[in-house]
């Protein structure tokens, strides 16, 4: 089965377990949680129902620091989590990423891999024995027996929950990151509060059509870059505005097809923007040929929108002026 057959059914099958997968009694304590020992990637030993989920608010999932695909995104993707909540998380929302790979993830490379994300206070990188991770994987229900072939693919999946209320429920990574953050830091933390106010939906934005293009960038590029000004969040990639005026187009359809490969050629432009933004690993999409021209098409005109938005309002500041 090849890499792109693996992530599909990965996917799949996470999306199954999604299915009816929240958890609100009995509430799950000491008796079902193994309480094994862990360490951070500050090098602390640490237990893993004592000192890290006992009546805590808590995100959980599972990654492994040398993944060319998904553990990459899934980082970057909740790093904006992480920064949505701000000083919450460390404080009464707490974040673990957990090794599948403790042989080659130890507390030092963990600690590089969480710098180079800068990810914030309270969001812990940890790993341990291999059968004490697995045994967690399995508790949490993040563990797909089907995929266990030997190679390192897991469960896409992330846990959420309240241990104290006894709520749980899977999530993915890959969702809107203020929609995880509400549930993290709303739902789960404050379930038995009712909302304050009321929502009208004459109030509710306008939808609008996306092309197929910004959708591929939001899904697969948003959580490391921007274009134009973007949300104000620190981003572990460029800003992609003029990308398509800058770069040589042949240049780019390779990088965003194959950026691993270009990285192990040496390619000296894939190298210079390897070391500039900190050696974070561009991950390789899986995209086709024409995926790989859909968002270079939306890149483009975006591009142009903003620099004729952008004329256009300096135009109308000289006129009010």
């Not at 808590?58 to 492994?64: A, G, R």
């Not at 691993?260 to 561009?282: G, H, N, S, W």
């Amino acid at each position: 089965m090849n890499d792109k057959l693996r992530y599909l059914k990965c996917l799949a099958l996470a999306a199954v377990l999604l299915c009816g997968s929240a958890q609100s009694s009995p509430r799950w304590g000491a008796d079902y949680f193994p309480n094994v020992p862990l360490v951070t990637h500050e090098g602390k030993t640490v237990r893993f129902f004592d000192d890290l989920i006992k009546d805590k608010v808590v995100l959980i999932n599972f990654i492994y620091t040398h993944c060319a695909e998904s553990c990459p995104m899934e980082t970057a993707k909740l790093r904006k989590v992480n920064a949505i909540l701000g000083d919450r998380v460390g404080r009464d929302v707490f974040m673990y990423s957990i090794t599948i790979d403790p042989a080659r993830d130890t507390p030092e490379v963990l600690h590089d891999y969480a710098e180079k994300f800068r990810v914030g206070p309270g969001w812990t990188f940890l790993t341990g024995k291999e059968e004490d991770i697995t045994l967690l994987r399995r508790k949490l229900g993040l563990y797909i027996e089907d995929i266990q072939d030997g190679s390192n693919d897991h469960n896409l999946s992330l846990i959420m929950g309240n241990q104290a209320a006894g709520r749980w429920r899977k999530g993915s990574p890959f969702e809107n990151p203020y929609v995880l953050a509400e549930q993290l830091g709303g739902w789960l933390h404050n379930w038995k509060t009712p909302a304050q106010g009321e929502s009208d939906y004459a109030a509710a934005p306008k939808l609008r059509n996306i092309s197929d293009g910004e959708s591929l960038f939001r899904t697969d590029c948003s959580a490391c870059h921007s274009i134009g000004p973007g949300d104000g969040m620190v981003l572990t990639g460029p800003n992609l505005l003029g990308v398509t005026d800058r770069r040589d187009r042949s240049w780019l359809k390779r990088w965003i097809a194959a950026p691993d490969q270009m990285l192990a050629e040496k390619d000296p432009v894939a190298i210079e923007l390897y070391e500039r933004f900190d050696e974070v690993t561009m991950p390789n999409m899986q995209l086709n040929d024409n995926q790989v021209d859909l968002l270079l098409e939306y890149l483009d005109a975006e591009t142009r929108r903003l620099k004729i938005t952008t004329r256009v309002n300096v135009k109308a500041d000289a006129a009010a002026h």
